[in-house]
């Protein structure tokens, strides 16, 4: 089979992660609260990620660019133009959701609303935890992502309060949640290839 596969262009899936071109990926941490558990979620996310070895990883923390509100300044903090850059050296996204009174963050609109085109045609998995999942403030940032022309992926890892994180402030998650989490990622990878054509 492996002269055959040579012969008519068949790979097996490790031969396309070692000829393919790897994307870079960013995995958004959207909360910037004192006290916040997003770094922890974010940190499993990229653990899962790495062993992949189909894409490069990285963690993006909103708190690290000090974005003013959008519109109360003149734009000319160095955060915004940093916040810009480094969204477009991105091929894809993978947003850290925390649900606060069933929507996202204040924070991570704000870092919505301080791009535009460096978000256009980019895929995006959405991993998000909450009293119910965060699954509502999940459905808020998918309307978003459309508005920004970000391809957001269907499979969504939604991790609960009160059997994934212990006293609300340790993330211990279920081993469940390790396929929601890779089936994601596969979609994000997919799609952050095939929508390259259009960037």
């Not at 924070?107 to 460096?118: G, I, P, S, V």
Request: glycine letters at 10%; one cysteine or more.
């Amino acid at each position: 089979m492996g002269l055959l596969n040579k012969l008519f262009g068949n790979k097996t899936k490790e031969e396309k992660i070692m000829t393919a071109e790897k994307w870079n990926i960013g995995i958004i941490l959207g909360s910037t609260r004192q006290g916040r558990v997003s770094p922890q979620v974010g940190e499993w996310v990229k653990e899962l990620a790495d062993k992949r070895g189909d894409a490069n990883y990285e963690i993006v923390d909103i708190a690290d660019f000090d974005l003013p509100f959008l519109g109360t300044t003149d734009g000319t903090e160095p955060g915004i133009a940093a916040w810009n850059e480094k969204l477009s050296n991105l091929d894809g996204f993978v947003f850290i959701v925390q649900e606060y009174n069933h929507s996202i963050t204040g924070a991570l609109k704000n870092a919505l609303d301080f791009a535009r085109e460096a978000w256009n045609n980019k895929a995006a998995g959405i991993v998000s935890y909450g009293s119910t999942g965060g699954a509502r403030a999940a459905e808020h940032l998918r309307g978003i992502c459309g508005e920004l022309k970000i391809a957001d992926v269907r499979t969504h890892p939604t991790l609960s309060l009160f059997t994934d994180f212990e006293n609300g402030t340790e993330f211990k998650p279920q081993a469940l949640h390790v396929d929601n989490v890779n089936g994601m990622l596969d979609e994000v990878v997919a799609w952050s290839g095939a929508l390259k054509t259009l960037r």
